[in-house]
């Protein structure tokens, strides 16, 4: 069985190689693409108008995210798709019940990229945070610096920029 399925892999492997080749491509062209930041194909850089208004939602979206943390709101969140500010939400409750002694702070914001895809725009940052955790029993507190690589994917949405996806990547962290 185990040779069956190294056969297969091995056939899949050639079988879309050859679909690379015949249509010209190198099977990593995209990722090798994406790494070296040069335009790929159906990828085009956004208006520069349209550049800074995304840079806006995003900076709003993550004052309104340090706000809701603080109130213990995740309904102050502003510029999600509605099923995706959800989760914000339920993120906020928990966070708030967990660990009542959560505050954040966005240091500093560096917009690396942004690209769009049909109606999807695509926009990089670094994001510098400082996290303020208080011990509710000892009163101890702990402040973090944490450095996170972000992707944010933003869409007009009734006429309106909503966040619709983000993933996001500590880059560093730092205790003090």
């Known amino acids: 069985m185990k040779n069956f399925l190294k056969i297969l892999g091995i056939s899949l492997a050639v079988f879309f190689g050859i679909i690379y080749v015949e249509e010209g491509m190198n099977p990593l062209s995209h990722l090798i693409g994406f790494l070296k930041k040069t335009p790929i194909e159906g990828i085009q850089q956004p208006l520069p108008e349209i550049a800074n208004e995304l840079k806006e939602i995003i900076i709003k979206y993550n004052n309104s995210l340090v706000e809701a943390y603080e109130r213990g ?5 502003q510029n999600m798709e ?3 500010k959800q989760y914000t939400v339920n993120e906020v409750f928990f966070t708030r019940q967990n660990l009542p002694g959560f505050q954040s702070k966005l240091n500093d914001i560096k917009f690396f990229k942004m690209w769009v895809s049909g109606d999807i725009y695509t926009v990089g940052t670094r994001e510098d945070w400082k996290i303020l955790f208080t011990d509710p029993r000892t009163k101890e507190e702990r402040i973090r610096e944490e ?3 972000v992707r944010y994917d933003i869409k007009k949405v009734e006429n309106k920029w909503r966040i ?3 993933d996001s990547k ?3 962290e730092g205790n003090k």
């Open 73 to 77: 709101d995740g309904n102050l969140v």
């Open 82 to 84: 509605k099923g995706f």
């Open 147 to 149: 450095i996170y690589r």
């Open 164 to 166: 619709i996806n983000f």
């Open 170 to 172: 500590k880059e560093k």
